[in-house]
């Protein structure tokens, strides 16, 4: 079988009718492998099934889909010099509800999700080791210690049999911006250079809208916008930021192999143009990234990709990243390895700027249902925000507990 968001192995359980997926929210949504519709279908297909009779038993009665998981990163580093371990904990709540026509494939949600994010043990999160330790990078995007946090609470609805669809409210423009099969930073690689591309300034959670047209079963485009300065701790505050008109949109072209496989066998390019952030002192930018992904062998899922950006307060200007990933089994064990190239702004690190080379493997297992660990190692050589160092290392390994 085609591989399938995230690089799961298998779609919706056979036990499982049309309609429970459509109400589900999967057949007509805006959205990545890491977005609250995916994550809570493949909390279903990885679950035991007295705790799927339950999910059942909120979807007819209630029209309520909930999902619920808890994640820890450990990561350690060969830096001698200061700091080299950080560990992160996340708790999180998501779910949609449907209050209107449940049995029909177009039902629109209400999809939110609440998040907790912690230190666990360590003075310092995965998020913030890269560039303490001289990296041009983040070495694990969302493993974070800022506390509670909204960080989806929007209308999705589609029509036109799905071949048209959209999200607004408050989202996270990181569940739909520049996807591929092995963006799903909770299950897949950890560093920002395998995730949505370091070259796009994509903005915290925050108010926003997006939309997709299918032109064809394989052609489609998305775009929208959203508040470049998002704040998902202060919702109050979202609404005075959009009022500034400091915006962040993108535009992306793009083909598919077919729906159900529409983040592997994927290639799209994606425009996107940002506004000057007056009071965060960042000026705007714009910028392209251009990505290939394809199964092969219905196992394999070779990818490349490539970004470009002026300005925006981006990471790095340049990159280009490869990779090959692996299914291993029927179930979610999975196993890949990504190399990297990139280039920070000279405004970051002055004339001349340091080429940075990462490479990172994964390996995946699914221990039991409802828990998986995601063991990973990372080797950075010519760190650009340190040119003392000719390498480092980063070990890591994920824990995570879905319910």
């Known amino acids: 079988m085609a591989q399938e968001s995230s690089g799961a192995p298998k779609s919706a359980g056979a036990n499982e009718t049309v309609s429970t997926q459509q109400r589900e929210g999967t057949e007509g949504q805006v959205g990545g492998p890491s977005s609250v519709h995916e994550q809570a279908k493949r909390n279903r297909e990885q679950s035991r099934d007295s705790l799927n009779r339950l999910r059942d038993r909120l979807l007819t009665d209630y029209a309520l889909t909930l999902g619920a998981d808890y994640n820890v990163l450990p990561q350690l580093a060969s830096n001698r010099s200061g700091e080299n371990a950080a560990a992160s904990g996340i708790i999180r709540l998501y779910g949609h509800w449907q209050p209107f026509n449940q049995d029909s494939p177009s039902a629109g949600s209400l999809v939110f999700k609440v998040e907790h994010r912690h230190l666990l043990g360590t003075d310092i999160s995965p998020q913030e080791l890269g560039p303490l330790i001289g990296i041009a990078g983040i070495t694990a ?14 209308w999705t609805q589609a029509f036109a049999e799905n071949r048209f669809a959209f999200n607004a409210g408050l989202v996270d423009s990181t569940d739909y911006v520049d996807m591929f099969g092995l963006v799903n930073p909770w299950t897949d690689f950890s560093n920002l250079a395998f995730s ?12 926003g809208a997006v939309g997709r047209w299918r032109f064809t079963p394989s052609l489609y485009v998305v775009g929208g916008l959203a508040d470049a300065n998002g704040d998902p701790h202060d919702p109050g505050h ?48 714009w910028g392209t990234v251009l990505s290939f992904s394809h199964t092969v062998g219905e196992r394999w899922l070779p990818f490349i990709r490539g970004g470009f950006s002026h300005g925006g307060g981006t990471i790095v200007d340049r990159m280009v990243s490869a990779g090959l990933g692996y299914q291993l089994n029927e179930r979610a064990d999975y196993c890949a ?4 190239w990139g280039r920070p702004p000279e405004e970051t690190v002055g004339d001349n700027p340091r080429d940075q080379y990462t490479i990172e493997t994964f390996y995946r297992v699914q221990v039991v249902p409802n828990l998986m660990i995601v063991p990973s190692a990372q080797i950075i050589i010519n760190p650009a925000l340190d040119t003392t160092k000719d390498s480092l290392w980063i070990l890591g390994l994920k824990i995570r507990a879905a319910f």
């Open 238 to 285: 979202m609404f005075r930021n959009l009022g500034e008109g400091e915006l962040f949109k993108h535009l992306e072209f793009g083909w598919i192999g077919s729906w159900e496989n529409r983040f592997s066998d994927n290639i799209h390019l994606t425009l996107w143009q940002v506004d000057d952030r007056v009071e965060a002192e960042v000026e705007g930018g």
């Open 337 to 340: 390895v990504g190399v990297n």
């Open 196 to 207: 949505v591309s370091p070259t796009i300034p994509v903005p915290n959670q925050g108010l």
């Open 141 to 154: 995007t969302v493993w974070s210690d800022v506390g509670g946090m909204l960080s989806n609470l929007y």
